[in-house]
């Protein structure tokens, strides 16, 4: 299965789980019905049946059991973030000084840019000393990393690369959002037996007061201090079956994401080894936050422990898990004694400057999607380590990752240049613009490749940000991107990478979208799509049309009623996308196969272009990992 096959695979799991859900809460429905019966219609003898009774038990269930489901739904809205802070996690401080945290960041980031994903938060949790992490979120855009205290004392770099680049695989494969919506039927489902559990406070309250005397009000209390016990009962019931739900949607998922890592890293070693720490480790992979177990399906090993492990566990066995990856594991765990020894990274190679021309090939790059390999980790590896150090850690702070944007901004025409130095003066705080002039000499001088690279990683910082800092800066940016009256390919790609992940992480959150079925319904969103990547890859103009029709083709077959748009804006762009990233995930192959064909059709491809289709396939919610240069095109 290739990475739209996966994200197929995740909307049939999503379909499903409503299908159990409706079950669920019919089969609580139910449960409540005969508690009340037996309860209220003591007299009678044999099955009571009370159709208006039975209705309006149903619909009231259904509103209890929704109105929790929506509640935690709503509280989940913010995506990852909240996730991370109900664990306990707090926020890594990209630019800490601490080697620990310094390899972890560094880690995250090297995941992030092998695979063609932004870099997402990171979180600690500082109270867990058992292992493990989780990713939460219900998109790239809004994705979080969490590691508790226990990775970082006991894994080396090795086995955390392999436990991030696991967690890395549930947000390429699409397993986060029905992570959370689990998240949210588990608390609508339980939501019964907090009635329950009202009722019965309730009523031992009002016991208290008749308890010397028979009284009305008395057996009305013992009444109420049973249907509390009974609703309890009725709605552990319920969570149990939504545990075994919960355990069936998941299991698998590891298996697949384990596999997913190993590609990853083409080192399974790490991975095992990271799961043999943990059977070695007193504390194992135990989380002791209060909300573990209703989380216990994000995690990279079972959190919390059952008393079903076999039908309710929600991750496989770990001894397993292990002789998937290294099948001569004799099932023997050592025991572990001491936290990991924390080394500075090395060095690595330099890169090629310049805009080079990278030799590749349409079908490679299409397969490649939510594919990364270890060519691409260690591509992502040398990036990061080619990075001067005072862009890396400008790029770390909020205050001055804005300069480090404005300063990939600045062109290189002297007069344009000043006119955009000018407008920072006049209109940024004095230390955002003096911190802009002082790392402008230092970005000036950067390989191309190393652009798109820095831009991902101030992204993960600027969401720090407030809205009306937020405001002003995406207002300067437009005025930079917009000074010369011409756009280029990188700031055509800076604009889709900061609306694609920054506009969405400052505006509402989770916005549902019809799914578009029809690739005939989006057929003018296509030709505006493809006529803009034509018009940005290819300068002459007779060329053009030419290759807007190979990239029709490769769409629809044929190019018929397909129409070449001579001057495309960036707002039409916009717009496009925005229809487009709605279509089902099979669909998304053909458009973004359509965008490689447009942009390849040289065989050779920019740094800039490949910049570009990256920014664009990222839109459609399709990460596109780094295009790595061949010995032919070097």
């Known amino acids: 299965m290739d990475f739209f096959d996966l994200q197929d695979a995740a909307r049939r799991r999503t379909n ?153 695989s549930h947000i390429i494969n699409g397993d986060m959002r029905l992570n959370i919506r689990l998240m949210s039927v588990l608390a609508g489902i339980l939501s019964i037996a907090t009635i329950g559990y009202i009722l019965l406070r309730t009523a031992a309250f009002s016991s208290h007061r008749y308890r010397r005397r028979e009284s009305r009000g008395g057996r009305e209390a013992l009444l109420f ?44 070693q790490g991975l095992a080894g990271a799961l043999k720490v943990i059977g070695g480790l007193t504390s194992g992979s135990k989380m002791v936050s209060e909300h573990a177990e209703e989380a216990s399906h994000l995690f990279f090993a079972s959190g919390v422990k059952s008393l079903f492990s076999n039908i309710m566990s929600t991750h ?14 004799n099932g023997q765990f050592d025991e572990v004694q001491s936290t990991v020894k924390m080394v500075e990274e090395g060095a690595s190679s330099s890169l090629v400057s310049g ?39 400008a790029a770390h702070e909020p205050f001055s990752a804005r300069s480090v944007i404005y300063c990939l901004l600045l062109d290189k025409n002297e007069v344009v240049r000043q006119r955009q130095l000018d407008y920072l003066k006049r209109h940024c705080d004095h230390g955002t613009y003096s911190e802009t002039l002082n790392v402008a000499k230092t970005v000036e001088l950067l390989a191309t490749e190393l652009r798109l690279p820095i831009v991902e990683i101030a992204i993960s910082t600027l969401r720090q940000l407030s809205q009306d800092q937020y405001s002003a800066f995406r207002e300067h940016i437009n005025y930079m991107i917009e000074a010369d009256s011409h756009i280029n390919l990188f700031e055509y790609t800076l604009h889709h990478v ?40 290819h300068s002459t103009e ?36 925005d229809v487009l990233v709605a279509v089902l995930p099979k669909m998304k192959r053909s458009i973004v196969k359509a965008c490689v064909a447009c942009i390849v059709y040289d065989q050779y491809i920019t740094v800039s272009e490949a910049e570009l289709l ?21």
């Open 355 to 393: 805009d080079v021309k990278l030799a590749t090939d349409s079908e490679i790059v299409v397969r490649s999607v939510g594919s990364p390999s270890s060519d691409h980790v260690h591509y992502a590896s040398n990036i990061l380590q080619n990075i001067p150090d005072d862009v890396i850690r």
């Open 16 to 168: 499903i789980l409503v299908v159990y859900y409706v079950l669920a809460v019919f089969a609580i429905a139910i449960s409540v019905y005969l508690v009340l019966v037996a309860i209220f219609n003591r007299q009678s003898f044999g099955f009571y049946w009370d159709l208006r009774l039975f209705i309006t038990v149903v619909l009231s269930t259904l509103a209890v059991v929704g109105v929790g489901t929506l509640i935690r739904g709503l509280q989940l809205k913010q995506g990852g973030q909240v996730v991370a802070e109900m664990l306990g996690g707090s926020l890594v401080d990209s630019s800490s000084k601490d080697i620990s945290m310094k390899r972890l960041v560094n880690v995250v980031e090297e995941m992030a840019l092998a695979s063609g994903t932004p870099v997402p938060p990171v979180y600690i949790l500082e109270n867990e000393a058992g292992i493990n992490a989780f990713a939460a979120g219900f998109s790239t855009g809004d994705a979080v990393i969490g590691v508790t205290r226990g990775c970082l004392d006991n894994l080396n770099r090795e086995q955390l690369q392999g436990v991030i680049a696991h967690e890395f």
């Open 542 to 577: 007779s060329e053009r049309p030419i290759v807007f029709q190979a990239g029709i083709e490769n769409l629809f077959g044929d190019a018929d009623s397909a129409q070449y748009v001579p001057e495309v804006s960036l707002a039409a762009v916009d717009e496009a996308l």
């Open 498 to 537: 900061v609306r694609r992940h920054l506009d969405y992480a400052f505006s509402d959150k989770n916005a549902n979208v019809k799914s578009i079925r029809s690739l005939v319904t989006v057929r003018a969103e296509c030709n505006v799509l493809l006529s803009a990547l034509v018009q940005a890859g």
């Open 316 to 329: 496989p066995n770990l001894t397993n898990r292990i002789k998937v990856l290294d099948p001569h594991f």
């Open 614 to 634: 990256r920014a664009v396939a990222d839109s459609l919610g399709c990460p596109i990992p780094p295009i790595i240069a061949t010995d032919s095109s070097l």
């Open 225 to 268: 201090i049973m249907l509390g016990i009974a609703l309890i009962v009725v709605g552990y019931v319920g969570v149990f079956f939504a545990k075994v739900i919960k355990s069936a949607v998941s299991r698998q998922r590891e298996y697949l994401a384990d596999a997913s890592a190993v590609q990853f890293t083409r080192n399974p």
